[in-house]
């Protein structure tokens, strides 16, 4: 286990500033995930940790010690990649045990913590076959076996589960859940996806263009966004965004309620609109309702909720649970 | 009757490339098979049989000896100087900059000119007269060196400038191959503690191990086809001691206008390349998988 610092770290490419100025600290055998959309820096960052890219300011820390300029080898880390990155001439074990080679470990001890890995990682069996003859899952077992015999103080993965179906998604997510808890590892995950981040984390950061929005615990993030970004990002569906007259009576420049915070109400509503269509999932509908003087809110109605395209329904958002936003996209307090 | 339209296809592709192999290759061949159970000198009828006396001469004979022995060494030299330098020069110039690409340019240059123009080019450097080694050896006071001329060195130097001509043809296909090594693995690699040396060793060349062996097969091909750069170096000289087996098949058998003993050079040499290739492609290729 160990902390990991980063400490005003910078990273330009060129004349590209990609990491403007981040400072963070990821605690020991935390399950931290970078989060955010695609170009924010949340990979680049991972790679800094690593130290396949190099620091352009500012310092690195794991466990107390500098590793700015430190080789990736000499930082005590493991990544496991978006790609699985198996070397495709080797077997499994070749695969597992590579690391350990090149470390210069004893042939005994590599086939013992290779298996001890595959054991726990359930590729017993597949010790013998290349990667071309796995599936997706197993070729992600396998980097991840890489990853844990080389008993790394930080575990970094970057995108681990972007290439695999959703159902095997959803198994690897648990899979990798189980795996923190077991080792207590210090893991840092890079996700675009916000429901792996919010299942796997403890401590999600959001980033937005190289910049730290937040930093936080999954549901800290869902009920106190302190930008509008974040507000935006976390949730599914997205938070409903409205502006104008109805936010300027709240006294906010945005006022902010999530789809499954819109009740559909008889009386003492806020907003009356015409249901455009909805998408019925069993356990829950989302209804797109186009509001005249608003746009278009989402709702989430608990079951199935049959509506007509077309229908006209009364909204009001549920109380203590709408948040406000300034100018400036930063939170404030909403007056309801 | 397939209906997906590949019948079509295979009935207008089929036939022109059967014509055009067959007539530029399989008769060529069954022909120069029949010559050499002829003794003919290219006019008139060919009538003369002779069975296998042409291949009895051809064994015989101490300057095919030598030629055979000389076409060895090139692939030899093919193989342990070329395909190595090639690789080297790849590894370090394979990554995406201006001037790796410069470099590039300039070792791929050589392959690009014509073989009799690279011939004349290193005969005018190795002239010992007019050449640059002439102005070399004024420079430095010393005796002109013929270097082309001397029986020890003059195959070397035949060696050297076929390595020249075309490392820069397998160094371009290493190159490519490494381009396509995708970088994640390479990055792996060096998350794992390999080394740059142990990266080229254990992920690098196994990743590119099918140009590799592609480029052999090549290598091998080539060397024993090498000719339009011996005759204008040398002409196979001194004393015959640098030819190679197509120049020996040129000079004794079409310019000396024995065609049949010619073609029985030729069956030799085609069973030679025929036999290697496939020997090589059963023992690297297919033991290693697929190219």
């Known amino acids: 286990m160990a902390t990991l610092e980063f400490k005003h770290v910078n990273k330009t490419f060129g004349a590209v500033e990609v990491i403007p100025d981040v400072s963070l600290f990821i605690p020991h055998g935390s399950f931290t995930v970078f989060v955010g959309p695609s170009g924010c820096g949340k990979s680049t960052l991972l790679r800094l940790a690593a130290g396949l890219e190099d620091i352009s300011d500012g310092t690195l820390e794991i466990d107390g010690k500098d590793v700015t300029f430190a080789r990736p080898t000499e930082r005590g880390i493991a990544m496991v990649f978006q790609s699985y990155a198996l070397y495709p001439h080797m077997n499994v074990a070749q695969n597992i045990g590579f690391g350990l080679k090149m470390a210069g470990k004893p042939k005994a001890e590599i086939a013992r913590k290779v298996h001890e890995a595959a054991a726990t990682l359930q590729l017993d069996t597949l010790l013998d076959r290349k990667p071309g003859e796995l599936s997706g899952g197993q070729r992600q077992r396998v980097a991840i076996g890489r990853a844990i015999v080389r008993e790394p103080k930080v575990f970094l993965f970057d995108e681990p589960l972007s290439n695999l179906d959703a159902a095997l998604r959803t198994q690897m997510r648990v899979e990798l859940a189980e795996l923190h808890k077991r080792l207590g590892a210090t893991m840092v995950y890079v996700t675009h996806d916000q429901v792996e981040a919010m299942t796997l984390a403890d401590q999600i950061v959001v980033l937005n263009k190289g910049r730290i929005e937040q930093v936080g615990s999954p549901l800290e993030l869902y009920n106190q966004p302190k930008t509008l970004f974040v507000a935006g990002f976390i949730g599914s569906p997205k938070m409903n965004f409205i502006t104008g007259d109805y936010a300027t009576h709240r006294q906010v420049s945005t006022f902010g309620v999530r789809p499954e915070h819109i009740d559909i109400v008889t009386s003492g509503a806020h907003w009356t609109g015409r249901v455009q269509f909805s998408e019925r999932l069993g356990s829950d509908t989302y209804l797109y309702v186009d509001v005249p003087g608003t746009g278009r809110l989402t709702v989430r109605a608990i079951g199935d909720a049959a509506f007509v395209g077309g229908e006209t329904i009364g909204l009001a958002p549920r109380a203590n649970t709408s948040h406000g936003f300034d100018a400036d996209g930063r939170a404030c307090a909403v007056s309801e | ?291």
């Open chain 2, 1 to 291: 009757m397939r209906s997906d339209g590949s019948l079509t296809a295979l009935m207008l592709f089929l036939p022109p490339a059967v014509l055009l192999f067959s007539l530029f290759v399989i008769w060529p061949i069954f022909t120069a098979v029949d010559l050499s159970f002829y003794k003919w000198n290219g006019y008139g009828d060919v009538t003369n049989f002779v069975g296998f006396d042409n291949y009895g001469i051809l064994l015989k004979n101490s300057i095919f000896h030598q030629s055979l022995f000389n076409s060895f060494k090139l692939l030899l030299a093919s193989i342990f100087l070329q395909i190595p330098l090639a690789l080297v020069l790849a590894l370090l110039l394979y990554r995406k900059t201006s001037a790796n690409t410069a470099f590039r340019l300039i070792f791929f240059a050589p392959y690009i000119l014509a073989e009799i123009a690279t011939g004349l080019i290193w005969s005018f450097i190795f002239d010992g007269d007019y050449g640059v080694s002439a102005m070399v050896a004024d420079k430095l006071g010393s005796e002109p060196f013929y270097i082309l001329a001397d029986k020890q060195w003059a195959f070397w130097t035949i060696i050297t400038v076929v390595v020249w001509k075309y490392f820069g043809y397998h160094m371009m296909i290493f190159i490519a191959a490494l381009q396509a090594v995708p970088t994640d693995l390479i990055e792996a690699a060096e998350i794992d503690g390999a080394s740059p040396l142990k990266t080229i060793w254990y992920v690098k060349l196994p990743m590119i191990l099918h140009a590799i062996k592609l480029s052999v097969l090549f290598a091998i091909t080539g060397a024993l086809q090498v000719f339009d750069i011996i005759i204008p170096l040398t002409n196979g000289g001194p004393s015959n001691s640098t030819h190679s087996i197509v120049s020996f098949l040129y000079t004794f058998g079409l310019a000396r206008m024995n065609v049949g003993f010619g073609a029985a050079v030729g069956v030799v040499l085609f069973i030679l390349c025929v036999g290697t290739a496939f020997s090589y492609k059963r023992l690297a290729i297919d033991k290693g998988g697929q190219l």
